[in-house]
Structure formats: structure tokens, C-alpha cells
């Protein structure tokens, strides 16, 4: 009977231990939030961030980085909340960390995102770090394959049609999709701008606009199969393996701007948001300045509305800022000093 007291005593004391054990885990993994897995943390912080509540968002993810050591998405988006408080030492910190965890990303095409953001992040901060930005975002530019040999030679043939011939040629002849390097060519076509450099401002902004109407085209075809880009009827008949050109009257870019915005909402809508018209008054103020002047004139032109009675131009409501400096330049041409609006 002893035997079995003891026996019991014993169960009962494992019992116990086990019992303690679990309620000392549980206080322990409840005090330092951990009480959700890693990426519900993420995913609680970046909810938290989007409706800019930052010190809930900044604790999630602190929790979500304490679980998980080796976690780059965590770090980039602790690096986004940092940047939002204006804590810009701490964002580049963490948007570094993020990078060079780059290796653990569950996307991988994620570190283009990381390297746009820490690029954003050091342009405005001086001259030297003006240059880290740049190397990043040719970094970029270069895995679109930007200083291969055969895209340097492209590049001289886009200009030479463009400056020749104009924007619908450029168009009407050749395709370019930049893929995600599209806002790095972006960049630095207004850093090169603001830096006085107009030949690369010209090269990057042309390759920008031609790559925007490039998917804008492609995109309003899916939807509207029968249309084509078209300039010329004429030529159109002789180039049967082009396509079968739209049957109705000659038109160009303004005419697959304007079809965007009158028939396809969304693609409008991107339009807008990868800075078509920012990209459009670049590539002009860029060729006026590189000496020509008809070339820059005919896409001013195509970011306003002239008046058939005065001949008076005036800014497409679509064109916004853009439009209304497009309009002033074609009252009287100038060229602005480091920045883009006078």
C-alpha cells in the first residue's frame, strides 16, 4: 500500500512539473507576442500600416522578427514603418538588412522591390548617396539587359527614328516592354534631367514612353482585337506581315491615348500610375533641349487641346500638371534648371 502511495505521489509530482512547465511556455511565448506565427504577424503589421497605424504596425512586426530571425519581408516592411515615422536612419537600415536576407524570400522577385525602395530612400539625402541610388537602379536597368551590347545598339536605332521621323514612327516600328526595370529608367531619366545630362535624360525617357505605349497597346488589344496601331494606309497595305491594320482612318499615339481613356478605364488608370505624361513632357523638354525642336513640339502637342477658333492651346484635363507646362512650352519653349517645372 506504501508502494503504491509513493508510486501515486510520484505520478502526481510529474504531473505537476509537466503542468508548471506548460504554463510557464505559455507566459513566456504570450509575453513576447508571439502567440501567432511569424508571417500572421507580417501580415497583421502591414494591415496595421495601411490604415497608418504605425506603433501597432511597429510591434507586430518586431514580434514577427523576434520569432523569426531570418525573416527579409518582416525587416523591409519594419523598414516601411520606420520611413512613414521619419526615422530615414532606421528605414535604411532595415531596408539594407532586408536585402542582404534576400536569400530566405519566399518571392524572389520581392528584392527588386527592396532595392526600389532603399533607392527612393537615398536620392534626396546628397550627392554621394545620389549616386548609391543610381547604382541601384542600373542595377536593375542592367538585369532588363540595359548595357548589353545588342540594347545599346537598339537604343541608337530608337533614337535615330525618333528624332528623324517622331514619336508615331518610333512607335509604329518598334516594341519594348522594360518589365519591372520601367521605373528604374524612370528615375534616371529626371535624375539625369536635373543633373543637366540631357542625352541620357532623352535615352531613358524614350525608352519609358515607348515601353508605357508598348503594353498600353498590347492591353487595349486584348480587349479590342480588331484595332491596330496605325499611321499610314498606305504603308499600312505594303507591310501585310505587320498586321492587318485598323480599317479606319489614320491615326497614332493621341488617337491609342484618347482610346484609353474614352473605352478602357483600368488601363487609363495605369497609365496614369506608371507616369505616362511625367515620362511624355520628359521626353519632349529633353528632345527640345537636345536641338529638336519639331520632335519636342509634336508631343507637347499631344498633352493639349487646340482651339479651332483662337488656335489658343490648352492643357488635356488627363495631362494635369504636365499638360499645362506642355502648354507653356508651346507658348514659349525654355528649359527649366534642375527640376523639371519651372
Known amino acids: ?6 508510486r501515486w505521489q510520484g505520478a502526481y509530482l510529474g504531473i505537476r512539473l509537466v503542468f508548471l512547465f506548460l504554463v510557464l511556455s505559455l507566459v513566456a511565448f504570450s509575453g513576447s507576442g508571439s502567440e501567432h506565427p511569424a ?16 506603433s501597432e504596425a511597429l510591434d507586430y512586426l518586431l514580434d514577427a522578427v ?33 536585402i542582404e536576407l534576400a536569400i530566405y524570400l519566399r518571392v524572389p522577385q520581392e528584392l527588386i ?10 536620392l534626396n539625402q546628397g550627392q554621394e548617396r545620389l549616386l548609391e541610388a543610381e547604382s541601384i537602379l542600373y542595377g536593375i536597368a542592367n538585369n ?53 545630362n540631357y542625352r541620357s535624360a532623352l535615352l531613358h525617357s524614350m525608352r519609358t514612353v515607348l515601353s508605357i505605349l508598348t503594353t498600353a497597346a498590347e492591353r487595349y488589344r486584348v480587349i479590342h482585337p480588331n484595332w491596330r496601331f496605325d499611321i499610314d494606309p498606305v504603308r499600312d497595305a505594303q507591310n501585310p506581315d505587320r498586321d492587318v491594320r485598323f480599317p479606319e482612318r489614320s491615326d497614332g499615339t493621341d488617337r491609342l491615348i484618347m482610346l484609353a481613356y474614352e473605352e478602357d478605364g483600368p488601363l487609363a488608370e495605369w497609365m496614369e500610375s506608371v507616369g ?3 515620362a511624355l513632357y520628359l521626353l519632349s523638354v529633353s528632345l527640345y533641349a537636345e536641338g529638336f525642336d519639331d520632335i519636342a513640339t509634336s508631343i507637347w502637342e499631344l498633352m493639349v487641346v487646340r482651339d479651332s477658333i ?33
Not at 523591409?76 to 538588412?97: C, P, S
Not at 528615375?187 to 543637366?196: H, S
Request: glycine share 8%; proline share 2%; no cysteine.
Open 1 to 6: 500500500m506504501e508502494f503504491r502511495d509513493r
Open 113 to 122: 522591390l527592396f532595392r526600389y525602395r532603399l533607392a527612393r530612400l537615398l
Open 310 to 342: 483662337d488656335g489658343t492651346y490648352h492643357s488635356r484635363i488627363q495631362a494635369g500638371h504636365w499638360g499645362e507646362l506642355a502648354k507653356a512650352q508651346l507658348e514659349n519653349p525654355f528649359i527649366s534648371i534642375d527640376s523639371l517645372s519651372p
Open 39 to 54: 508571417w500572421l504577424l507580417l501580415e497583421k503589421g502591414k494591415s496595421s500600416f495601411a490604415q497608418k497605424e504605425l
Open 144 to 196: 532588363e539587359g540595359a548595357s548589353s551590347r545588342s540594347s545599346i545598339l537598339l537604343e541608337h536605332q530608337y533614337i535615330e527614328r525618333l528624332t528623324g521621323h517622331g514619336i508615331d514612327e518610333l512607335l509604329f516600328l518598334y516594341r519594348d516592354d522594360l518589365g519591372y526595370a520601367l521605373e528604374a529608367r524612370k528615375i534616371l531619366g529626371e535624375t539625369a534631367w536635373k543633373k543637366g
Open 276 to 278: 505616362l505624361w511625367s
Open 66 to 98: 523576434e520569432i523569426q530571425q531570418e525573416y527579409p519581408e518582416a525587416e523591409f516592411w519594419l523598414g516601411r514603418v520606420y520611413e512613414a515615422q521619419g526615422q530615414i536612419v532606421l528605414a535604411e537600415e532595415q531596408y539594407r538588412r532586408a
